[in-house]
């Protein structure tokens, strides 16, 4: 299924690749022109805004909280009904540890506030926290991309995983365009989400 989209494209694997090409564009703009040191660190807003700069482009809800309910593999991200409460709760969760953020980035992940582009929009609002709590920011070149996922999809569980994953891979680099550009990757991503009705959940 081809997710609706601004370019009027109807091949997945297309669409896949001029999103990965605009996204980057637009997470650079981020970047190099200071908006994200503007945006309050670990609020749903900004994570909103985030999102809307990177997708703006290519889907008419960038920035918008999803009204589908997701599901990847055989794990379930925050219903819909439930979607607010919890993004509320997250704004609310301390970050004044590493190990404070990386509870409200795993959080973040359940919750997956959007339709689609959650993981690089997410992984962007993570190093703005790192970097305006810590003054760290992750080298995700440094970070094997099985090994997150799969700390990732077991973090709700225990998150010790993905802590130390992410733990060492600390830099103290924070303005470094090409360690802040690796987080944009894609494949750093899950794929292939399916959506499921309210009723389906029991």
């Known amino acids: 299924m081809v997710l609706e989209n601004k370019l009027d494209i109807t091949e997945s694997a297309e669409l896949a690749k001029e999103e990965e090409r605009i996204s980057k564009k637009k997470a ?6 200071g908006i994200l040191d ?4 670990g609020k749903f807003s900004s994570l909103s805004k985030i999102h809307k700069h990177l997708f703006d482009e290519i889907y008419h809800f960038a920035g918008e909280i999803r009204d589908v309910n997701l599901a990847k593999r055989n794990f379930r991200f925050a219903p819909v009904m439930y979607l607010k409460p919890a993004l509320d709760h997250i704004d609310n969760m301390p970050q004044s540890t590493f190990e404070e953020i ?25 190093d703005l926290i790192l970097k305006k709590e810590l003054g760290k920011v992750v080298d995700w070149s440094k970070v094997d991309k099985e090994d997150y ?31 802040y550009m690796k987080g944009i990757d894609a494949s750093y991503s ?11 959940m029991a």
Not at 28 to 33: C, G, V
Not at 112 to 119: A, L, S, V
Not at 190 to 200: P, Q
């Open 38 to 41: 503007s945006l309050e660190a």
């Open 190 to 200: 899950y794929e292939g989400y399916f959506i499921f009705k309210t009723e389906d």
């Open 28 to 33: 650079l703009e981020l970047f190099e022109k």
């Open 102 to 126: 990386i509870e409200k980035y795993v959080e973040m992940n359940v919750a997956h506030p959007f339709r689609e582009g959650n993981g690089r929009s997410t992984r962007i609002w993570l």
């Open 149 to 179: 996922l799969l700390a990732m999809e077991r973090s709700p569980i225990k998150s010790v995983e993905i802590k130390e994953l992410l733990r060492q891979a600390l830099t103290s680099d924070i303005n470094n365009r090409v360690v």
